[in-house]
């Protein structure tokens, strides 16, 4: 800033992206060559309340509010980040895939570690660069050190080297600066200086932004050449940016899919490898979670019986102590999969197991949470807050996860070929880009489907084999963002009771990848067809058999290996809970009698 103090502008900034994540927060600015900071774990007015965040001195700073990746909401673990000397400051949102090789190798040069994050090793590595590289300056050693990071970062370094600067870096994570006749403002998110200026510019990957009071200097990161681009102007309200400019968070979180899927990727090997190893030696393993979560859980059973043959049991936490709250014991394994880590319902599943000396697996999106302090391992998640109501990133990024785990084990025990082992962990990598091309092209579609069946009373949802989850997801949506009475059910089992619903005009949504249950599938439209029902599929893109027995169809990308398959194909079925719920007038990111975290049981 070209005048007054840096932190409390700071300070407001990040108290208007709490929204993202507060489990800590931290400031540091640079003062007269000195290098000021304060941080603790808490919400940001808890902290200010202790430390005043506001008396930092200094026109330059970086602040951070956090959202636990990689080591517990704690200080030590909270932003800004320093190397041994203290000389270097770093913020980092994003996930370094390879920091435990790079924190082998500077420990093995040297320096020292305080936290268990992955942003502490490029304070490490800038200092090293520095150190080897005496010529270069703040921004060659960043530079440098982005080289060999891997996975995805939006950072900012300050450092009492050059006191006048702030460096900034990108890859996969958002970075936006905002400029004004004041000073720059480098963000994660517009609404961080939208009071402040309206006037921005996209940092893109690949790109470093060196900012003074001088100006801003773009580069591209691999050959250091110059880019140039100019400020646009922002037209949004802070309400509209907070959500990226999507109308309500819910259509937000769903387009944010391909990137928390990829995200799901870039998980340590060495949670998968131990959570799997527990799997494997468990004589009993219980899938136990509430709601949407629930629904990835039985997709998993099908996943770890036909990849790694784990017989597991998917059980509603609700229900868990009083099915299996006798049987369980020393030998069983409770695999908790919740969102929020909080529900009261699979706590208590947990606390029950717990006590009669199961072993605890957890995985949740919010690391510090009960769930995380209570499992004996755990792996987070990695989508970020989820502020809709209605659980949609949270549900494929569990899958993701859960679909890896199960591959995992199949390794371990020898069940799948390598063949067959490349070929999904392809397919795998493959699933986001997927899932971007089905809101790309198929959310037209879906709209107009829910603006044709918006007067349906009732709406059944069909799938065969790890479809039935699907369907499940999809009648949940449905019911708790729309308010349309759903039914869901295996395909098979439709015709032993469900079926007498049907009566002309009667929507069903039939879950159709080509998987071993397709021919089948197709006798159960079959029958619905005969009795009149109106039929909705989700087909693959060149599913011409069903398309014809179909009233209306949403295509996705061909070739998804079953076990992959509820990831893209409940995609639709989001869409359409989605705008079903505008197409009555409700808003879905808020639906009544709900809410996002259910902590009584
Ligand atoms: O945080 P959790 O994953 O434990 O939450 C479980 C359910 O409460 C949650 O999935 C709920 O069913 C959502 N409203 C579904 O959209």
């Known amino acids: ?133 005496p010529k270069y300056c703040l921004a060659d050693a960043v530079n440098e050190t982005v080289k060999r990071l891997e996975g995805s970062y939006a950072i900012a370094v300050i450092s009492t080297l050059e006191p006048t600067k702030i460096v900034c870096a990108r890859n996969e994570s958002p970075l936006v600066l905002g400029v004004n006749q004041n000073g720059y403002y480098l963000a994660s998110d517009i609404p961080a200086f939208l009071p402040i200026t309206n006037r921005a510019i996209i940092i893109n990957d690949g790109e470093i932004i060196i900012i003074s009071s001088e100006g801003y200097e773009i580069r591209k990161i691999n050959d250091y050449s110059i880019v140039s681009r100019e400020p646009k102007t922002i037209d949004w309200t802070p309400e509209m940016a907070v959500k990226k400019g999507y109308p309500h968070f819910m259509i937000k979180e769903i387009n944010e899919q391909p990137s928390t899927l990829r995200n799901t990727l870039r998980m340590q090997d060495h949670y998968l490898d131990l959570i799997s190893t527990f799997l494997d030696r468990a004589k009993d393993v219980f899938l136990v979670a509430c709601g949407t979560s629930y629904h990835a859980c039985f997709a998993a059973s099908y996943m770890f019986s036909k ?92 899958l993701s996860v859960l679909a890896q785990l199960a591959l995992r084990l199949s390794k371990k025990r020898g069940k799948v070929s390598q063949d067959e082992m490349d070929f999904l962990s392809e397919k795998l990598e493959k699933i986001p880009d997927i899932v971007e091309t089905i809101i790309c092209n198929q959310a037209k579609k879906v709209k107009q ?12 949802f069909l799938g065969r084999g790890i479809s039935a989850a699907t369907a499940y997801e999809g009648r949940l949506k449905l019911m708790e963002i729309a308010y349309v009475p759903s039914i869901a059910f295996p395909a098979g089992e439709s015709k032993h009771g469900p079926i007498s619903l049907i009566e002309p005009g009667f929507p069903v949504v039939f879950i159709c990848p080509k998987d071993g249950s397709h021919k089948t599938l197709i006798s159960n439209i079959m029958e619905m067809k005969a009795r009149g029902a109106s039929i909705i599929s989700i087909i693959e893109e060149d599913d011409e058999i069903i398309k014809k027995l179909s009233d209306d169809f949403v295509e996705v990308p061909k070739g998804i290996p079953e076990i992959l398959s509820p990831i893209p194909f409940v995609v639709p079925l989001q869409l359409l809970a989605y705008y079903m719920a505008l197409e009555k007038g409700l808003n879905p990111d808020t639906p009544r009698n709900l809410a996002k975290c259910v902590t009584v049981k």
């Open 1 to 133: 800033m070209k005048e007054g103090a840096a932190s409390p502008v700071i300070h407001d900034s990040l108290k208007r992206l709490e929204y993202r994540g507060y489990d800590s927060v931290g400031i540091a600015t640079l003062h007269n060559g000195e290098l000021q900071l304060k941080k603790d774990q808490g919400k940001i007015d808890d902290v200010h309340k202790l430390l005043n965040l506001d008396d930092l001195k200094g026109n330059i700073g970086i602040g951070h509010t956090r959202w636990a990746t990689h080591g517990a909401p704690l200080k030590i673990n909270a932003h800004p980040h320093l190397d041994c000397t203290g000389k270097i400051a770093v913020i980092h949102n994003g996930i370094i895939e390879n920091f435990s090789e790079l924190k082998l190798e500077l420990e093995n040069n040297g320096h020292t570690f305080v936290s268990k994050t992955d942003t502490e090793i490029i304070a490490h590595l800038i200092e090293d660069n520095i150190t080897k590289n």
């Open 307 to 398: 990849l790694a043959f784990l017989p597991t049991y998917p059980v509603y936490a609700s229900e868990f102590v009083e099915q299996h709250g006798k049987s369980v014991n020393i030998d069983s394994t409770i695999l908790a999969v919740s969102q929020s880590g909080e529900t009261a319902d699979t706590l208590s599943s947990v606390t029950c197991a717990q006590q009669r000396a199961a072993t605890i697996l957890g995985l949740t999106n919010v690391i510090g949470s009960t769930l995380t302090r209570v499992s004996r391992v755990y792996i987070g998640q990695q989508s970020g807050p989820e502020i809709g109501v209605a659980a949609t990133k949270t549900f494929t990024s569990e």
């Open 449 to 460: 489907i829910a603006k044709k069946y918006k007067n349906a009373k009732v709406f059944f």
